[in-house]
């Protein structure tokens, strides 16, 4: 069963609950898992952040939920219709499809949590039901993906078709990977070190699939990552900035995201963050900028964080600190335009 | 000849201009195109900024020329072994780069300044050069593109490839236009947009290329946009949210930025900006923002700038005053899904 039928189930599902409790003469009462801090715990184990046993009620009998409990069946029905006509919708269009039909949001941040709240009910991501953030990452590399997409259902497409890379969009998301000859994924954090490795062969060299993260990556590319990582049964390395922001790129790609606690099968427990390390900038003697208030701040906030209490992770936030000092991955041109694949990537990548 | 082919001569004739002068014992002079604003005037003919005859000169026997005659013969020099590589850099790889060769610039603002100038010196844009900002719109249609780059040299690409459309990157742009069914060119500002009209298939009831601007897009992206056209002679329609950002976002599009007055062929004139338009807003009845300060003082600016000295812009800014609300182009979604194309597209585009 694909990831539309079984969402297309759930709501379904949900439906039937509403309904029923309606022809038995009762208020319909929702039972919605708490996304409170306080219900978020990290599981040591699956190396994740997940919900707690703590739920909410949402009750239509009740004056104060009638309003979220609206909304909530709204953005379930308006997912119905996207899935029975095979057609997505960024969290944007959906904030303002909801003038349609009457359904009054505040502000596109009061749609986005209700969204989640559908997420939490039926434990499914808001993509499986079609609903997309506007931005994406890239892909690069020698596998082959197969769509399931209308228009596109059963196409294969090869990922190096595009000398420039594929977005990592609602069809590549929801596509099937069929083979590779590839034998890592390597994702690296901007544009121009995605273009640099296409451009100088670095994917046949290593082996690898190449993905461009673009900052903190939308979640459709967290979880084809896993995908890789699962189904293809490829290790996973991860090269971002030498930042508190660059580590916690990797970090949040392994071990999640308080925000996604919800959502299974989007974290990549075993992939490894090759760098920009601390140690990288002092041995390689990269050029470097000079930490400011917020990178400190933020050392100081994941020194804190549950994902960091490894004696591994602890190491490099101390390392950083004493540094006080960061580098981007651009920085290792300054060997010449071939070091960080000749050298640096050879160096890390065994 | 092609574009690299014109850039390596330019360099070439450029780098023997300023041995010949050493080799005559004279200190290398360089005249470089006047970027000052006093220098950039609107060409009421072309449709565009454009630089007048003003002149700097940049004297290598002059201490204070020095620094940046130098920093200008590296960037040269860098610029000529990416082509001969058949390579290419970003910006921010360019600045990083100048370390290995002990080539000073105080942070990446100083490297991006001595790019346009040799831009200025040759008067050729930067991509010709292989340099490239890390930023890219992106396209779909029934449109192939023949490659250009190495590796891919000769093989053609349709763009309806991938449902989530292809990245403009330094290969697609650099790519010839061999054949199209498509009748019109329409480029659109969001992301979320561009999904909706591929999905819907807008493009084949429009007969159109789709174009994602995603913002200010990059010159990549305006001057492929030239480019289709010129060569194929497709119209080209711009859909941007109705606020004086979108506005400009079209009238750019068409009429140039002063930042790159000295830069040919990257202009549309021809272009038509469909919306949404105040009067859009209105006779749609469209869900609406207020202007907050940003956006009126935006329009003042407008309003004084000679791209909008025409009648027809001025009345725009004139609406936009007046009703001092503004509106996305996501807003239609408040009739449905497929009321943007069954009805408002379809209004527009005839």
Redesign the interface.
């Given at each position: 069963m694909n990831d539309s039928n079984r969402a297309s189930i759930k709501l379904t599902d949900l439906g039937k609950q509403i309904v029923e409790s309606i022809l038995a003469d009762r208020f319909p009462v929702l039972e919605i898992p708490d996304r409170n801090t306080s219900n978020i715990v990290y599981n040591a184990k699956q190396n994740r952040f997940v919900l707690g046993d703590s739920t909410n009620i949402r009750d239509s009998s009740n004056i104060n939920h009638i309003r979220s409990f609206t909304q909530l069946t709204w953005v379930a029905s308006f997912a119905k219709q996207l899935l029975a006509a095979s057609?997505?919708?960024?969290l944007?269009?959906l904030?303002?499809?909801s003038?349609?039909f009457d359904v009054v949001f505040k502000d596109q941040a009061e749609s986005d949590r209700i969204v989640t709240d559908l997420e939490c009910v039926t434990g499914l991501p808001r993509e499986s039901f079609g609903i997309?953030p506007?931005?994406?990452s890239?892909i690069y590399g020698e596998l082959v993906m197969r769509?399931t997409?209308?228009?596109?259902d059963g196409r294969e497409?090869d990922l190096t078709?595009?000398?420039?890379?594929?977005?990592?969009?609602?069809?590549?998301m929801t596509a099937e990977p069929i083979r590779t000859d590839a034998e890592i994924v390597l994702a690296v954090e901007?544009?121009?070190m995605f273009?640099?490795l296409i451009?100088?062969?670095a994917w046949q060299r290593f082996k690898a699939v190449l993905i461009q993260l673009g900052g903190q990556p939308p979640r459709a590319t967290r979880s084809l990552i896993r995908t890789l990582n699962e189904r293809l049964d490829l290790p996973v390395y991860l090269f971002t900035d030498g930042d508190p922001w660059g580590m916690h790129i990797a970090r949040v790609i392994m071990s999640g995201s308080a925000n996604s606690a919800h959502i299974e099968n989007l974290t990549t427990p075993g992939a490894v963050w090759i760098g920009v390390t601390p140690k990288d900038i002092v041995s390689y003697s990269l050029?470097t900028e000079k930490m400011n208030n917020a990178d400190l701040k933020r050392l100081d906030e994941l020194s804190r964080d549950v994902r960091y209490s490894d004696h591994e992770w602890q190491k490099h936030i101390e390392e950083f600190r004493k540094l006080r000092e960061k580098a981007?991955q651009?920085?290792?041109?300054?060997?010449?335009?071939d070091f960080v694949v000749d050298t640096y990537l050879s160096d890390k990548i065994i």
């Open positions: 057609r997505t919708s960024s944007r269009d904030y303002y499809s003038e349609a997309f506007d931005e994406h890239s769509y997409v209308p228009g596109y497409i078709i595009s000398p420039d890379g594929l977005p990592i969009g609602p069809a590549l901007s544009g121009g273009s640099r451009e100088t062969k050029p981007e651009q920085a290792f041109s300054r060997y010449g335009m």
